[in-house]
T-cell receptor
């Protein structure tokens, strides 16, 4: 079993819709969870971090965490063409290394 | 802003050459990492370092070595470059502690011919 699994893409959504990205993790002791956005040919950029159960909102992005279900998600509201990218889920099971999912590619069509 | 700087954006090397990829961070981070990223394979950890002169193998260390003589600098060395090492190489740094994510450099796209 992979440490971090993301829903397979690609995910295509119309402009203005909600894009929903899902991630599950295997290490129940994980405490910190991150979402990175990676544009084609660029490096990953941290867009959200979440540490407690529940929702965390930042602009059009909402991260949701459920530690009991070992599940973290990212919602992108009012999706824009500029949101077209690969989104990486990352989990911190210890003090040093992150475990990354394989990524979900999102395409927002105009 | 935390900055992680990789010395080259694009690099073309010949098979058998010794290749040095340099990474420098300016925020006093203890941890530094080298990843490679290939289509369909995601991020794969090559080596990481949690302190000066300390290094740990990642998932795919074969054919690579690293050096960390100063806290801010972490170098990746390809001892004898091969075509299967053509890839995007990403350096990252972080503070120690479960609450910290990584900051990535802009990446080096290495082509070995």
């Amino acid at each position: 079993q992979k440490e971090v699994e993301q829903n397979s893409g690609p995910l295509s959504v119309p402009e203005g819709a909600i894009a929903s990205l899902n991630c599950t993790y295997s290490d129940r002791g994980s405490q910190s969870f991150f979402w990175y956005r990676q544009y084609s040919g660029k490096s990953p950029e941290l867009i959200m971090s979440i540490y407690s159960n529940g929702d965390k909102e930042d602009g059009r992005f909402t991260a949701q965490l459920n530690k009991a279900s070992q599940y973290v998600s990212l919602l992108i509201r009012d999706s824009q063409p500029s949101d077209s990218a690969t989104y990486l889920c990352a989990v911190n099971p210890n003090d040093y290394k992150l475990s990354f999912g394989a990524g979900t590619t999102v395409t927002v069509r105009a | 802003d935390v900055k992680v700087t990789q010395s080259s954006r694009y690099l073309v090397k010949r098979t058998g050459e010794k290749v040095f990829l340099e990474c420098v961070q300016d925020m006093d981070h203890e941890n530094m990492f080298w990843y490679r990223q290939d289509p369909g394979l995601g991020l794969r950890l090559i080596y990481f370092s949690y302190d000066v002169k300390m290094k740990e193998k990642g998932d795919i260390p074969e054919g690579y070595s690293v050096s960390r003589e100063k806290k801010e600098r972490f170098s990746l060395i390809l001892e004898s470059a091969s075509t299967n090492q053509t890839s995007m190489y990403l350096c990252a740094s972080s503070l120690t502690g479960s609450g910290y994510g990584y900051t990535f450099g802009s990446g080096t796209r290495l082509t070995v011919v």
